[in-house]
Nanobody, 115 residues
Framework: QVHLVESGGGLVQAGGSLSLSCAAP????????MAWYRQDPGKPRELVAS???????NYADSAKGRFAISRGSAANTVSLQMSNLKPEDTAVYYC?????????WGQGTQVTVSS
């Protein structure tokens, strides 16, 4: 069983920056892609950014120009650098690893942006 572990959430003022990290220690395979999603209570989980094994990236419109996703040197690690944060970025952020039709999720980390 694969476990994804996130770190780096917290409280930040609007306009500030935060960096999230995710790793899948002990995984015996490489994900096809890794991604960050976020979810507000009562709303569906939405994609924030994704990156393929080859390095191709995709961003939600709300994240373009402010967030940057990157893969670490170790297999199955990914980071999300968030800058110019806005109160509407407040959510629980989830790391995901995609392998064929399967998706593995982390437990989520809270990001709160105060105005």
């Amino acid at each position: 069983q694969v476990h994804l572990v996130e770190s780096g959430g917290g409280l930040v003022q609007a306009g500030g920056s935060l960096s999230l990290s995710c790793a899948a220690p002990g995984s015996s395979f490489a994900f096809d892609a890794m991604a960050w999603y976020r979810q507000d209570p009562g709303k569906p989980r939405e994609l924030v950014a994704s990156i393929t094994r080859g390095g191709s990236t995709n961003y939600a419109d709300s994240a373009k120009g402010r967030f940057a996703i990157s893969r670490g040197s170790a297999a199955n690690t990914v980071s999300l650098q968030m800058s110019n944060l806005k109160p509407e970025d407040t959510a629980v952020y989830y790391c995901a690893g995609h392998l064929y039709s399967l998706t593995y999720w982390g437990q989520g980390t809270q990001v709160t942006v105060s105005s």
